[in-house]
């Protein structure tokens, strides 16, 4: 069993990235610019931004924190993000969700320029990428995927189960593994809180992903021997004996699960350091398409 390493392969790619940036700024080109926005006072999504502001400084791209207290009406917030399309200076940018409840993220994020939208979630970039025309990915996808193919991990023809169904995760993860492409070509079941026979659909499968944020989900009995488990899922469980008061679990019986795996995720240290690695990759994207 190897434990896919998500914290060695993001520093791996974020000295790539660095090495990149370092040789715009030696041929006299600017660094690329990202604009990470946030409303409210989520502590989550404080820490998720600080984060990638923290990741932004490692590697030399040039980020800027854009906040706003929750008062903010939808609209206001949509004359922002028009104003963030026509800045120039700003290669892309990303709004922090989830949004209070009275903006619907839905019309937010549609709003976006696609060709800045390095979150990938533009309706624009969504349909691009179901028809595998050159696009932002969504970057847990995209960090997924990068994943499996640093560990040399082959999709092409194996029967990859995604459980989880969200605008996120789940749908482009799905869309991305069937494409006509080297990391793509397997065939994929999607499922989610409604499919029948989830326990059976798994053990047919030669790499489960499960992003569904219900910790413990997949367990044991739902795997077969050598297959791939990547875990999505972060939750905060409270716990008494942690000096925080919480742990994270994900959605996978990790103790239980792992012993059958030729591969899989721990939590946390597995996909998370992805997904922020794979923002950068797309802000660095979005640079150079505008160039």
Known sequence: MTILDGKKIAAEIRAELKAQIADLLANHQRAPKLGIVIVGHNPASETYVNNKMKACLEVGIEAIRIAFEDSIT?????????????????DGFIVQLPLPKHIDEQTITSAIDYRKDVDGLTPENVGRATKGLPCIISATPRGIRELLSRYAIPTDGKHIVVIGRSNIVGKPMASLLMQKHERG?????????HTAHLKEICLSADIIIVAVGHPGLLTADMVSPG???????????????SERGYRIKGDVDFDNVAPKCDFITPVPGGVGPMTIVSLLQNALQAYNSKR
């Open 227 to 241: 297959a791939t488990v990547i875990d999505v899922g972060i939750t905060r469980v409270d716990d008494s004996q």
């Open 185 to 193: 070509n397997a065939t994929v079941t999607l499922c989610h809180s």
């Open 74 to 90: 939808e609209k206001e917030l949509l004359a922002e993000v028009d104003k963030l399309n026509h800045d120039d200076s700003i």
